[in-house]
Nanobody, 124 residues
Framework: QVQLVESGGGLVQTGGSLRISCAAS????????MSWFRQASGKEREFVAA??????????TYAESVKGRFTVSRDNVNNFLYLQMNSLKPEDTAVYYC???????????????WGQGTQVTVSS
């Protein structure tokens, strides 16, 4: 079992920055693929960013819509996942969820554990 709790969401102006966090507990965190997804009102949940440990360090992947603006990172000592969001746009407004699974994937169905979500609102 893995328990995930997101925090750090809020209201920010267009062009601003925000960092959201996900505290993980339970099974071994350091070897687990961790991702961020988001779900805007009335839309399907979509992939944002993922990170997984590798022999050469952490491997990351991003959705095209956030590439160059968002950075995913993890603290394997304290079991935290982070998403640094810069140059925020109104279309980034959504509930952001962290997820844990065995493989680095962009698909919702490949993740076994989910947090409750944190709201990020970007005002225009």
């Amino acid at each position: 079992q893995v328990q995930l709790v997101e925090s750090g969401g809020g209201l920010v102006q267009t062009g601003g920055s925000l960092r959201i966090s996900c505290a993980a507990s339970g099974r071994t965190f350091s070897s687990t693929a961790m991702s961020w997804f988001r779900q805007a009102s009335g839309k399907e949940r979509e992939f944002v960013a993922a990170i997984i440990p590798s022999w050469t360090g952490a491997s990351t992947t991003y959705a095209e819509s956030v590439k160059g603006r968002f950075t995913v990172s993890r603290d394997n000592v304290n079991n935290f996942l982070y998403l640094q969001m810069n140059s925020l746009k109104p279309e980034d407004t959504a509930v952001y969820y962290c997820a844990a699974g065995p493989l680095l994937s962009t698909l919702v169905r490949n993740y076994d554990y989910w947090g409750q979500g944190t709201q990020v609102t970007v005002s225009s």
